[in-house]
């Protein structure tokens, strides 16, 4: 029998029949191999995956590298700049 949407009614027996003839899994692949062949299989992925890695060169490595201590010594300045003056600040209306 159809409904108002043209899918077929199944009766509700036929899906407990289905689902109580699954078995249950066991743990799968990870149940099979032992903790040393697990990790040595991390290992050889984690290798794979850093092969995939875009490494910079030496040129571009260098840029970051400046462009990042310079950002960092223009932050300290800003804050030693923004702190030294809140502790003027904090001197002039507290005394």
């Known amino acids: 029998m159809t409904d108002a949407v043209g899918s077929i ?3 509700e027996s036929q899906d407990e029949v289905a689902e109580s003839q699954k078995k249950p ?3 799968g692949k990870r149940a ?3 903790p040393l062949k697990r990790l040595a299989l991390f290992y050889r ?3 794979a995956e850093l092969r995939k890695v875009v490494w910079p060169t030496r ?3 260098s840029t970051y590298t400046t462009v990042v201590i310079v ?3 223009i932050m300290i300045a800003l804050v ?3 702190d030294y003056g809140l502790n003027h600040a904090a001197k002039y ?3």
């Open 9 to 11: 009614d199944t009766p």
């Open 25 to 27: 899994r066991k743990g």
């Open 32 to 34: 099979k191999k032992g």
């Open 45 to 47: 992925q984690i290798v």
């Open 59 to 61: 040129n571009q490595l």
């Open 71 to 73: 950002f960092v010594v």
């Open 80 to 82: 030693t700049v923004i």
């Open 93 to 95: 209306v507290f005394g």
